[in-house]
């Protein structure tokens, strides 16, 4: 647990530069870093439970929404 826990520190810090820079809009930093990590694990689970799944698409569709999520205005 400590692990997940400096991984989401570190990304969140990433994050959080991303808005002083004005490269990201405003949005928590913590909780879209948990977010991120929610959605790569996701993606093991499914891949677990249907090894068939389209990777591409999936992976697709989290970098939009992410994309989206974070997008400046600017």
């Given at each position: 647990?400590?692990?997940?826990?400096?991984?989401?520190?570190?990304?969140?810090?990433?994050?959080?530069?991303g808005q002083?820079?004005?490269?990201?809009?405003?949005?928590?930093?913590?909780?879209?870093?948990?977010?991120?990590?929610?959605a790569v694990d996701g993606l093991a689970e499914l891949i677990a439970d249907d090894p068939d799944v389209d990777v591409d698409a999936y992976t697709r569709e989290i970098v939009a929404l992410f994309e989206g999520a974070t997008r400046s205005a600017g």
């Open positions: 647990m400590a692990a997940l826990g400096m991984e989401i520190d570190v990304v969140s810090q990433l994050l959080a530069a002083a820079s004005g490269e990201f809009r405003a949005f928590d930093p913590r909780i879209m870093a948990l977010t991120l990590r929610h």
